[in-house]
């Protein structure tokens, strides 16, 4: 019994998160679908306008990096604050503590499939036709769900005492975003620099998607990238959670 009440309080959490993040806005819900728009006008006209690359419906390329690259960064730097937020409750009220990460994953992942839509939306209307490879789709939305809770548990845990992480992740994110090729082809990188850049499951993820989405077909739509993805997602995500809830009996404290 207990662990359904901890499924519905963690629900009830994130659609409150949900509903409190556009509390008071004009636009309301319409600024989770417009944010990542705005950016993606602003970097098409950019890229496809003042430079030119060689990439088959580049506007749907852009835009499904965008989406996905906005998911992480967006998971990964609210999770250092939410012990902040949630500080009176977390003094007052036992829950296991996991629930707060996990809503506040939840909200940016109704975020995402919000943008999903739209970025279907857009698919259905640039003539891009859809291919048995799409279903793959739902795979590499839960290995990135995994994949990014999972480094969540480890900056929320380790936040309240070292402060200046956020900074250096911000940072770190920002570097992140330029390193991976989210708004360039991976083919105007010199093929020797290709392992480092993948050694990032996000970009593997990335790449797997538009592969899967768009294409041409590669390496990336292949068993073996799902078992570099899943296994990296996943001891991430084992050791997030155990050094969280390690360091979770002193959050009061520090907070």
């Not at 990542?36 to 499904?64: A, C, H, I, K, Q």
């Not at 975003?177 to 593997?204: E, G, Q, S």
Request: aromatic share 16%; charged share 15%.
């Amino acid at each position: 019994m207990r662990r359904k009440n901890y499924i519905f309080l963690t629900f009830v959490m994130a659609i409150t998160d949900f509903k409190i993040k556009y509390d008071n806005s004009v636009l309301g819900y319409l600024w989770s679908l417009l944010k990542p728009l705005l950016m993606f006008g602003t970097l098409y006209l950019v890229f496809s306008v003042f430079v030119r690359w060689d990439v088959e419906n580049y506007r749907l390329y852009l835009l499904l990096g965008i989406i996905l690259w906005n998911f992480l960064s967006e998971v990964t730097l609210n999770s250092m604050v939410l012990l902040e937020g949630k500080a009176s409750i977390l003094k007052k009220i036992y829950f296991p503590r996991w629930i707060i990460v996990i809503a506040s994953s939840l909200t940016s992942l109704l975020t995402l499939l919000l943008n999903i839509v739209v970025f279907f939306i857009f698919f259905i209307f640039s003539g891009a036709h859809f291919r048995t490879s799409a279903l793959l789709l739902a795979v590499y939305l839960a290995e990135l769900y995994v994949l990014v809770v999972g480094v969540a548990f480890l900056l929320c845990a380790l936040y309240p005492k070292f402060r200046d992480i956020h900074h250096i992740w911000e940072v770190f994110v920002q570097l992140g975003f330029w390193a991976t090729p989210i708004i360039y082809p991976i083919a105007i990188v010199p093929p020797k620099y290709h392992p480092l850049i993948f050694a990032n499951p996000a970009a593997r993820i990335i790449q797997g998607c538009r592969e899967a989405l768009i294409g041409p077909s590669g390496e990336f739509l292949g068993f073996t990238n799902h078992i570099i993805i899943t296994s990296v997602a996943a001891c991430l995500f084992v050791a997030g959670l155990g050094m969280f809830n390690r360091l979770s009996r002193s959050f009061a404290e520090d907070l």
